[in-house]
């Protein structure tokens, strides 16, 4: 059986290309993973003055700015540890 040139090298490109999708699949989902853990620092970190709550005014500059108010679910105004621990989990 005798393939021409251009089908075998049509062939060789498609499973190439394949092979450098998997491949960004699975280094995509494993980087955003770790990426994401990265960009929440401790409860101690948020926490500046350590009473045990972070504020709006603590969470300023982090990740929970945007979501404070869906983390601070008895609406106190303040994010406990538990809070921010099931936010993160």
């Not at 290309?17 to 280094?27: I, P, R, T, W």
């Not at 955003?32 to 709550?53: C, Q, R, S, V």
């Not at 300023?60 to 936010?87: H, I, K, M, P, Q």
Request: with cysteine.
């Amino acid at each position: 059986m005798k393939f021409g040139k251009t089908a075998i090298t049509g062939t060789i490109t498609a499973a190439l290309a394949s092979l450098a999708l998997c491949g960004a699949a699975f280094a995509g989902g494993e980087g955003e993973e770790k990426h994401e853990m990265a960009e929440k620092p401790a409860f101690e970190e948020i926490d500046t003055n350590l009473d045990g709550a972070i504020t709006k005014a603590e969470a300023r500059d982090t990740w929970l700015a945007a979501e404070f108010e869906n983390v601070d679910s008895d609406g106190n105004g303040r994010v406990s540890r538990s809070e921010y621990e099931e936010a993160i989990s």
